[in-house]
């Protein structure tokens, strides 16, 4: 693929298969324009689909969302332009975000099942149908025997039969392969790309592209919770009320939990303290600070108050997260024990990367267990705990059912957006998507709420 | 990749563990001087130096002679000294260093792309070559983590009554790890203090992607939602278990938790215990008859069975019975029982190719006690109160008189038949296969650049 400026042949005859997976570069010349123009398109379809994914739509929506968004920025009048602007815009994009994606491995080999060896197992995969509720298997269905590095999906989740290495994987499972399969082969293919992006090609592009792909892979998908920003109308007073009207309920609770207990375990110390670390700006932080040490008579601290920032620097999160630990561990031991992971998310220590706040897309993919108070609550939590929690946010018994309807078809994002509906009284388009985002929206409802009413 | 990764490790151990710090198992002066001795004369160094070069320490051309040096280790020296990325060239240097270092934790980390003593060297090119591509799949259990379900000892202590927790664990998860996944060399060891580690070595298993080793930890794992804010620990849904769950079950679990845990555990001796356990039943029906007789039992308690056993009885056959035939009570009997048994892992632990873990033979420096290797087919017989400490193995030493032979010396003490276990179920048959897959990944490329040379 080569970028040209303005002037081109036209690509008509360059007709590539209707189905294209990706596997290569096509040959093709692109105008400069175009290669900025197609990947905002493409873009737009991503996050389309992104958003509509976390609003919860059902698969039929999905196919309709799709298709509309598919018509509204990809088609071009003649049919093989479509096809071109699709494969281009994909490899811009790859180009794009190469640089934050992960490498894999790579490999695939099927074989179908033989009859007589379907009988031998024909027990377990009767009894794994059952444990999925599926349709129990008969002779007539295709199973495949794969390694089961290959179907990581279906091993995670105990929805295959595993034995000596192979799992054996029903004909309609197959999509969890390829899907897979494309998977491991575009984060191949996107670290391949990273290497000769920054070895040469940026090097190279500097003047050209280079402008480009950076800008893009900046500048949309909503914005960027990475990046801190102060909220420096917050009142200095009322840290504890601040958590109850703004903070959402994963990280209520680990507040709660931090307040009752005087400790975290790691995950929730990580979950909680990087939510702070960025948004929750300073002067609240000085106030709570203030507010337990107070409490513990340890210190007196008064002209505190008076310093605003864009985030709790490394002093203040040091002072905040001492106060409740050293009740219960004692000053010594976090100094000796704690601090330094402090200083790590803080990238004074170790690699020294600057943490950013955990997505809610991580926070729902963890896995806390015994003692632990990470995790998504919408998904991590009872019903019974979950409802309880619901109803000391002032959920009311109307909005309570509809956000557990929403967990029960485990949209658990679209369950916390209900939650921020129900309590604040108004709509939230976008979906929350991060805790930091709720607590930014909360923020500007109530705010906007408190010049109305003054 | 962090030492964060590290600290967390220690973290959990003995932070939320609620340690004991007085630790009467120490022998009077654990230092340096004692493990000098033991790094001098016990430590197993030639075996450690075998396992982690897998072969390559042949002749054979097709050895890959960087491999060993690519492996971190890291050491923590006395004074909370931490050193990682460490690594060595040969045996002797490995076995120099320890001894002159005198380490009281070794950790073993990954192997990387390239020496990672050198990784900032590598670093400068802009290229993130420093990256890992083999590691051990790792399990990490610790019995503070069945602190709800063990009322004999907490926190840092264990003894013969919760012990079979781990031997549990050992069962279900080796046999899951041999029949499942198809894995043969597997090292169990005992943490030195309050839990076991597990080690799988097959070639396959150190090449596995982050994402292959996390779907690998979540087919191990029952406790979806494993804390105290949820109501049930172990949720079983579905119209059967999965076969992995059924086998575990019928095999290890009912049999452990009714002839050793239900008695040993005393799991329904006092109101306070077995209404949680009547807490996992959602038929108030079947419970409040159970809590009605089991109080008037308390007034009487004339019955001559173990009460821990009757009661189950009692309650198995309230759910069994056919007025309380439903699915989801039938159900119940089998999470009461995969809650108070089911391996609890450190899931991180497994999830990461980069997390470092404690090297066996290690000392435990809190206990005394050697980090020896278990073997699976015979963990019933493991008595973690009777693993070597450092003290008693110098003691035997001195005992033994001072002989030259100094290769012999585990051989004159107790850790003699920890270091036979060590080669024998484990690294003899590893080091075979090794060769054997060195060898034939040599031929076939060989016969591949033939047929391309033919061509």
């Not at chain 2, 046999?175 to 097959?202: E, Q």
């Amino acid at each position: 693929m080569e970028a040209v400026r303005s002037q081109r042949k036209s690509l008509a005859n360059d007709v590539v298969s209707t189905l294209p997976l990706y596997r290569s570069a096509p040959a093709l010349e692109v105008r400069l324009e175009d290669f900025e123009l197609f990947a905002m398109d493409r873009l737009r379809v991503l996050k389309g689909i992104s958003d509509g994914l976390s609003r919860g739509k059902k698969p039929k929506e999905m196919d309709n969302l799709v298709r509309d968004l598919w018509k509204a920025n990809m088609m071009h009048p003649q049919a093989s332009e479509v096809v071109n602007k699709d494969i281009i815009s994909h490899f811009v994009l790859r180009l794009v975000y190469c640089r934050t994606a992960l490498m894999a491995e790579f490999g695939l080999s099927y074989k179908a099942v033989s009859n007589s060896e379907f009988e031998s197992i024909k027990d377990k995969l009767g009894q794994v149908a059952k444990s999925i509720s599926q349709p129990l298997p008969t002779a007539d269905v295709i199973f495949y025997k794969v390694p089961f590095e290959e179907v990581p999906e279906l091993v995670a989740g105990r929805r295959v039969f595993i034995h000596k290495g192979n799992a054996y994987i029903a004909a309609n499972q197959v999509v969890s392969l390829v899907a897979t399969q494309f998977r491991s082969h575009l984060s191949k293919a996107l670290s391949l790309t990273n290497r000769k992006w920054t070895s040469t090609l940026r090097e190279q592009e500097k003047d050209r592209l280079a402008p480009i792909v950076e800008a893009l892979s900046t500048s949309y998908l909503g914005p960027d919770y990475s990046q801190p920003k102060g909220f420096s109308e917050i009142s200095v007073k009322d840290i504890d009320e601040l958590a109850k009207s703004s903070f959402p309920l994963c990280m209520r609770h680990l507040f709660e939990k931090l307040r009752e207990d005087h400790h975290l375990k790691h995950g929730g110390r990580m979950q909680l303290g990087l939510f702070l670390k960025m948004h929750v700006a300073m002067n609240l932080f000085d106030t709570f600070v203030l507010d337990t040490l107070s409490e513990t008579g340890s210190l007196g601290i008064n002209s505190h108050g008076t310093v605003w920032g864009v985030g709790l620097n490394l002093d203040d999160a040091l002072l905040f997260w001492k106060a409740e630990f050293s009740q219960k561990v004692g000053a010594e031991r976090f100094d000796k024990e704690y601090a330094y992971s402090i200083r790590h998310n803080y990238g004074r220590e170790g690699k020294r990367t600057d943490y950013t706040p955990y997505s809610c897309q991580k926070i729902i993919s963890s896995t806390p267990g015994v003692g632990d108070h990470h995790g998504c609550p919408y998904r991590h939590f009872s019903e019974e705990n979950l409802r309880a929690a619901l109803s000391k946010m002032g959920v009311n018994s109307r909005g309570m059912e509809d956000v557990m309807d929403k967990v029960q078809n485990r949209h658990y994002q679209l369950a916390c957006t209900l939650t921020f509906e129900a309590v604040h009284g108004s709509s939230c388009d976008s979906g929350i998507n991060h805790p930091n985002q709720y607590f930014s929206d909360s923020q500007k409802i109530l705010q906007s709420k408190n010049h109305s009413t003054v | 990749m962090t030492r964060e990764e590290v600290e967390t490790g220690m973290d959990e151990m003995e932070i939320d563990g609620g340690e004991q710090r007085e630790g009467n198992a120490v022998p009077e002066g654990f230092n340096a001087n004692y493990l000098k001795v033991y790094y001098g004369k016990l430590f197993p160094h030639a075996d450690m130096f075998k396992w982690m070069s897998y072969g390559n320490d042949g002749k054979h051309p097709g050895c890959d002679q960087s491999y060993f040096v690519r492996r971190e280790f890291s050491f923590t020296l006395g004074n909370d000294i931490y050193l990682r990325f460490l690594s060595f060239n040969s045996a002797s240097e490995l076995e120099n260093s320890i001894k002159e270092k005198c380490p009281v934790k070794i950790d073993i980390g990954p192997v990387y792309s390239v020496d990672p003593a050198k990784r900032r060297a590598y670093a400068q090119t802009g290229d993130n070559v420093f990256t890992p591509v083999e590691r051990e799949l790792i399990f990490d259990i610790d019995m503070t983590d069945y602190d709800d379900v063990r009322y004999c000892c907490s926190g840092a202590d264990v003894c013969l009554d919760c012990w079979p927790l781990m031997t549990i664990a050992i069962k279900v998860l080796d046999t899951a790890l041999r029949d499942d996944f198809g894995f043969n060399h597997i090292l169990w060891a005992y943490s030195g203090r309050r839990g076991v580690h597990c080690w799988v070595c097959d070639e396959k298993a150190r090449r596995l992607t982050n994402e292959q080793r996390a779907a690998i930890a979540d087919y191990f794992r029952v406790y979806k939602v494993g804390n105290e804010n949820s109501h049930k620990k172990v949720s079983l849904t579905g119209l059967a278990l999965h076969p992995f769950l059924a086998r575990s079950y019928t095999e290890v679990l009912r049999n452990f938790f009714e002839t050793k845990l239900l008695s040993s555990q005393n799991l329904f001796s006092s109101e306070e215990r077995y209404e949680k356990i009547l807490d996992m039943i959602p038929d108030e029906s079947v419970t409040s008859e159970l809590r009605g007789k089991w109080q008037e039992n308390r007034r009487s308690s004339i019955s001559k069975d173990d009460i821990n056993v009757a009661r189950w009885e009692q309650l198995k056959h309230l759910l069994q019975s056919g007025k309380h035939k439903g699915q989801g009570l039938r159900r119940c009997i089998e999470e009461i029982v995969f809650s108070y048994t089911y391996p609890r892992l450190d899931m991180e632990v497994s999830k990461h190719m980069n997390h470092l873990l404690k090297a066996p033979f290690c000392v435990h420096p809190k206990t005394g006690r050697v980090c020896v290797p278990i073997d699976p087919n015979q963990c019933e017989d493991f008595d973690p109160t009777t693993v070597p400490t450092l003290s008693k193995l110098l003691e035997e030493l001195n005992m033994g008189g001072v002989k030259a032979d100094a290769d012999n010396d585990w051989d004159r003490t107790s850790l003699g038949k920890s270091v036979r276990i060590f080669r024998s179920t484990f690294l003899q048959p590893l080091l075979k296969s090794c060769k054997e897959e060195i060898e034939s990944a040599y031929s076939s490329k060989l016969q591949q650049s033939k047929n391309s040379i033919s061509w």
